[in-house]
């Protein structure tokens, strides 16, 4: 049997740790599944749980973990194909989902007796790293043959070379490297921030448009942008893009001011008033 470790940080947009998150592992059925996965507290030992039944949540450094049990765990585990959704919530941050998340690794440590354990296409389907031992044997079987003749139509690794052609049987130490990626990489930190988008359209008074542009100093005008993104949180500096709609062309603004966490006020020089008419998108 084997547990495969999850494990998360939860953060806000500034990358900063949010404790006593509540976290929820369900199995991806469909979208609106809501039947708690099985998973294990300890790597080795224990009885399956849920994440409702232990009322998981983050720590002081907005961390958590759990172990899921493969196929051939006692009670509890999973085929390598079980797809996992997982969600997050805690008061004043917004609600986060990831769904259809894979769990098992795409390498699997061979086992010589997988064969008479399970069905001979799903030992012959999986990718699998094998020991020093193994492939020593194997080495010598095909340095046995002739050469020039490539056997099995193996060839040899070069590591540098860029072909993507040929089979190969590659080296101890390249296969412990792919091994050791693969086992060892984990998902990223969750932004439980959830950034929200905000579109408004800029234009001329009177024409209609979500925000007016009006007259300021010189050949410039501005319009005060309501963005609508301001959270229990706050969300006072959205990142801000400007978008002429008559050519589809990208618009520096001349400055961008936040005057509060619901409101932007963006300078733009307009040679042609009547000619403009502006998509702004705030996200935050």
Same mark, same amino acid.
């Given at each position: 049997?084997?547990?495969?470790?999850?494990?998360?940080?939860?953060?806000?947009?500034?990358?900063?740790? %949010?404790?006593?998150?509540?976290?929820?592992?369900?199995?991806?059925?469909?979208?609106?599944?809501?039947?708690?996965?099985?998973?294990? @507290?300890? *790597?080795?030992?224990?009885?399956?749980?849920?994440?409702?039944?232990?009322?998981?949540?983050?720590?002081?450094?907005?961390? #958590?973990?759990?172990?899921?049990?493969?196929?051939?765990?006692?009670?509890?585990?999973?085929?390598?194909?079980?797809? #996992?959704?997982?969600?997050?919530?805690? !008061?004043?941050?917004?609600?986060?989902?990831? =769904?259809?998340?894979?769990?098992?690794?795409?390498?699997?440590?061979?086992?010589?007796?997988?064969?008479?354990?399970? !069905?001979?296409?799903?030992?012959?389907?999986?990718?699998?790293?094998?020991?020093? =031992?193994?492939?020593?044997?194997?080495?010598?079987? @095909?340095?046995?043959?002739? !050469?020039?003749?490539?056997?099995?139509?193996?060839?040899?690794?070069?590591?540098?070379?860029?072909?993507?052609?040929?089979?190969?049987?590659?080296?101890?130490?390249?296969?412990?490297?792919?091994?050791?990626?693969?086992?060892?990489?984990?998902?990223?930190?969750?932004?439980?921030?959830?950034?929200?988008?905000?579109?408004?359209?800029?234009?001329?008074?009177?024409?209609?448009?979500?925000?007016?542009?009006?007259?300021?100093?010189?050949?410039? $005008? $501005?319009?005060?942008?309501?963005?609508?993104?301001?959270?229990?949180?706050?969300? =006072? $500096?959205?990142?801000?893009?400007?978008?002429?709609?008559?050519?589809?062309?990208?618009? %520096? *603004?001349?400055?961008?001011?936040?005057?509060?966490?619901?409101?932007?006020?963006? #300078?733009?020089?307009?040679?042609?008033?009547?000619?403009?008419?502006?998509?702004?998108?705030?996200?935050?």
């Amino acid at each position: 049997m084997a547990r495969i470790h999850y494990w998360q940080y939860i953060v806000d947009e500034e990358g900063r740790p %949010i404790n006593n998150v509540d976290v929820d592992f369900f199995l991806n059925e469909d979208t609106d599944s809501t039947q708690y996965a099985d998973i294990y @507290v300890n *790597p080795t030992v224990g009885h399956m749980t849920t994440t409702d039944a232990i009322d998981l949540k983050t720590n002081v450094d907005g961390y #958590f973990e759990f172990w899921v049990g493969d196929e051939w765990e006692l009670e509890g585990g999973y085929t390598s194909t079980q797809k #996992f959704k997982l969600t997050w919530y805690k !008061p004043g941050i917004s609600r986060g989902t990831i =769904e259809n998340i894979d769990i098992y690794p795409p390498l699997y440590q061979i086992d010589e007796t997988l064969a008479g354990q399970t !069905p001979v296409s799903e030992a012959e389907r999986r990718n699998k790293v094998i020991s020093n =031992e193994l492939a020593y044997r194997w080495e010598n079987h @095909v340095n046995s043959m002739v !050469p020039s003749a490539s056997p099995h139509n193996i060839q040899p690794v070069i590591v540098c070379s860029p072909d993507t052609e040929y089979n190969k049987v590659v080296s101890n130490e390249l296969m412990n490297k792919i091994f050791t990626l693969a086992v060892s990489a984990s998902t990223t930190s969750l932004d439980a921030s959830a950034a929200d988008v905000d579109f408004s359209t800029v234009g001329p008074s009177g024409g209609g448009f979500d925000h007016p542009l009006i007259p300021s100093a010189g050949t410039l $005008y $501005y319009a005060n942008v309501t963005h609508n993104l301001n959270t229990p949180i706050g969300n =006072e $500096y959205p990142i801000v893009q400007v978008v002429d709609r008559t050519d589809n062309t990208l618009i %520096i *603004p001349e400055t961008v001011y936040s005057i509060n966490a619901e409101k932007v006020r963006i #300078f733009l020089e307009v040679p042609v008033l009547s000619a403009g008419t502006f998509v702004v998108t705030a996200i935050g």
